[in-house]
């Protein structure tokens, strides 16, 4: 079973919103992060938005700081990234992933999901 499986990707406007999910599968910690990153075509994956899931920590990217709000549901394992005043340059494919302490690198996540592809236009 893959370990997080992303969804709510899609086409929309710039200056528009999306909300995408997070369900975390199969973790045997009681606290882990989980964070959101992106990867457009050419470009390095880039961090997003991370959280603890059993407490409060979030931190977030300069570039995604306030428009950007990751959240979490512990109940059902979920994770989501709520996404307001979108630009064309938020195009990518966004990914979440799992890592069992707050990192902002990727390298610090062995787990992820397959990807949700985000468009923006102009």
């Known amino acids: 079973q893959v370990p997080l499986v992303e969804s709510g990707g899609g086409l929309v406007q710039a200056g528009g919103s999306l909300r995408l999910s997070c369900a975390t599968f199969g973790s045997t910690f009681t606290n882990y992060a989980v964070g959101w990153f992106r990867q457009a075509p050419g470009k390095e994956r880039e961090f997003l938005a991370v959280?603890?899931?059993?407490?409060?920590?979030?931190r977030y990217a300069d570039s995604v700081q306030g428009r950007f709000t990751i959240s979490r549901d512990s109940a059902n394992k979920m994770v989501y990234l709520q996404m307001s005043s979108l630009k064309p340059e938020d195009t990518a494919v966004y990914y979440c992933?799992?890592?069992?302490?707050?990192?902002?690198?990727?390298?610090?996540?062995?787990?992820w999901g397959r990807g949700t592809q985000v468009t923006v236009s102009s």
């Open positions: 959280t603890m899931f059993s407490d409060t920590t979030t």
């Open positions: 992933a799992r890592s069992p302490f707050l990192s902002t690198t990727p390298s610090a996540f062995g787990s």
